[in-house]
């Protein structure tokens, strides 16, 4: 059973990545929803992408929680955390290949930056804080990158 925390804590194994485990989580989230968006109509990507966040955040806080001994306190290999941000950022957010880079980069951005409380929901208790801050880290990159579709792009 511990195989498959491991299996969905890693997204797949992505968090494996000998460099950049984050991004590459981030990028597995962006190329999912980027297929969803390929083969669905917005309403129904938009589902989805809802869907995909409250399964996984429940089952990444549940899967850290049980890897935590193993594994230390928010291990980088741990990367569901950031496929759950990054479909944060596309909730509500027009279809587009430039909308899923502009939002990549807006979450990484916020993800490693940490402004605005972000850093301070790491205290949380296990997967909680490994969970919250990608959060609200896709929380703001969501609400830039709406702003940015409204009145740049």
């Known amino acids: 059973m511990n195989t498959f925390w491991k299996i969905l804590a ?11 485990p984050g991004t590459a989580g981030a990028i597995i989230a962006s190329a999912v929803a980027f297929l969803l968006q390929s083969y669905t109509d917005y309403d129904t ?6 869907a995909l966040v409250v399964f996984f955040t429940v089952l990444g806080v549940i899967a850290t929680d049980k890897l935590e001994s193993e594994w230390g306190k928010d291990p980088g290999k ?18 587009g290949i ?23 929901l ?12 990608d959060i609200l880290a896709g929380i703001y ?4 990158l ?6 740049v792009l």
């Not at 430039?98 to 850093?119: C, E, H, Y």
């Open 146 to 151: 709406q702003l940015l579709v409204k009145f």
């Open 98 to 120: 430039t909308n899923i880079l502009i939002g990549l980069a807006l979450f990484r951005l916020f993800d490693i930056w940490k402004p605005l409380g972000i850093r301070n």
């Open 45 to 50: 990507f938009q589902i989805i992408n809802i």
């Open 10 to 20: 890693t997204s797949g194994g992505v968090g494996l990545a000998p460099v950049a």
């Open 141 to 144: 990159a969501n609400i830039v």
């Open 122 to 133: 790491e205290k949380l208790k296990g997967g909680y804080g490994v969970m919250g801050d």
């Open 78 to 95: 741990i990367v569901i955390d950031e496929s759950v941000g990054q479909w944060i950022t596309y909730i509500m957010v027009p279809f």
